[in-house]
């Protein structure tokens, strides 16, 4: 039995709502090493050892959630649509979650902390 593979054909809508939610996304799109943490630190230094002891576990519980939300809850999710692009776009969703802000949150963590620190932190 032959299987037929089909494309995904951008330049016809598969419905009212993929391609609104590609175009926000797309305009939203950044990287972190765009974002200039250095005035953080001044901050990051007026905070006691137990709200920046806080404030690393939150930062770690943030990145554990986008971790997972990129590698597991985006593609499951995906798994359930129909269509190309409506895939696509949640992919796309799931490596902002992953590569993305996770990634984020470690240049944050390597602004404001030794990495003996970071890596306690994660443990």
Not at 41 to 67: F, H, I, S
């Amino acid at each position: 039995m032959t299987k037929i593979y089909d494309a995904a054909n951008w330049s016809k809508h598969e419905d009212d709502f993929t391609q609104m939610f590609y175009n926000q996304n797309v305009k939203q799109f950044w990287l972190p090493e765009e974002i200039a943490l250095n005035g953080d630190l001044l901050t990051w230094k007026y905070l006691g050892k137990n709200e920046q002891d806080t404030y690393m576990k939150v930062l770690a519980g943030l990145t554990l959630l986008d971790t997972e939300q990129g590698n597991t809850g985006m593609p499951i999710v995906a798994e359930h649509v129909e269509g190309h692009q409506r895939k696509a776009v949640l992919n796309f969703m799931a490596m902002m979650e992953n590569a993305v802000h996770a990634k984020s949150y470690s240049n944050i963590f390597l602004t404001l902390a030794p990495t003996e620190k970071i890596n306690e932190v994660f443990e």
